[in-house]
């Protein structure tokens, strides 16, 4: 009998590698293989067309005068000081109330994950329509009602970060909702007993068995939904329109429009990447410190 070129293990081996090559190979094709890319063009000057050129720091020194990405940055950065903890607030209390025995329970949690599902253009279309500044009933509401003369502009000025906030708390808290809802199903119900037994009231079970026990989940929907609004770009350029290559505003401005901007339209690819670098960097630090605030939560 012929003895096989490749041993047993070998084989399954080779078996086993063939399943991950795709994968793999599409990840460092689209993924890996582009982020080496911008960290290189980073310290490079490219327009896309013409000769590269070494830039060195020169990319990361024109930050310090950029009005724009100053801007891009801060709006950022209150979009997710205001998205996170209200869309956590929200998503937790939603889950909460539909995690109790309540009539249309699982029709109120379609409801609720709906807009997470639905289509961005639609619903910010939909919104867009409730809000307009003279034919929107939420401004006719205000006229007609409460007597406000000076009608807000939702979708321009210093509300234009609010109206995002506010759209983003309605869209992706039902997603955030399901998380929850897994979590509050794995707490035992022996705990929530035992503490009847003891006299807590609803306050109290959820201060003293529920939040604890979500821990874990509160850690995962906070690191998720930080990484995500430091991403922002779809809703700002949907529905606050983010400005463009003619009317770009700091008010609306965030930091991957401004580097979309940056590198599809003006072609600056070596400064487009150095933005891209501080996002980078700006993500990891925010994760890194989460991690290390919930190591030492669980180690107390």
Known sequence: ?????????????????????????????????????????????????????????????????????KAALKNTIIYCLGTVPLTMIASLALAVLLNQKVIGRGIFRTLSFFPYVASLVAVTA????????????????????????????????????????????????????????????GIPSELYEAAALDGAGAWGKFRYITWPQLSATTFFVVVMLTINCFKIYDIAVMLAGAGGSSDLTESSTVLVYYIYQKAFINWDLGYSSALAMVLFVLVLGVTIIQFYGQSRKDKA
Not at 15 to 44: D, E, H, K, R, W
Not at 156 to 171: A, D, P
Request: with cysteine; proline share 5%; glycine share 6%.
């Open 1 to 69: 009998m012929k003895k096989p070129l490749l041993s047993k293990k070998v084989r399954r081996t080779l078996v086993a590698y063939s399943f991950i090559a795709p994968n793999f190979i599409g990840f460092c094709v689209f993924t890996l293989i582009p982020i080496i890319f911008a960290f290189a063009l980073a310290f490079l000057k490219w327009d896309g067309s013409n000769p590269i050129e070494f830039a060195g720091f020169s990319n990361f020194a024109k930050l310090v005068d950029d009005t724009f990405f």
């Open 126 to 185: 939909v919104w867009k329509m409730l809000f307009h500044p003279s034919k929107g009933p939420i401004n006719s509401i205000l006229y007609n009602v409460f007597n406000l003369t000076e009608l807000p502009q939702w979708f321009s000025g210093s509300l234009v970060l609010l109206s995002m906030i506010l759209f983003s708390v309605w869209k992706y808290m039902g997603y955030y909702m399901v998380i929850y809802l897994a979590g509050l199903q």
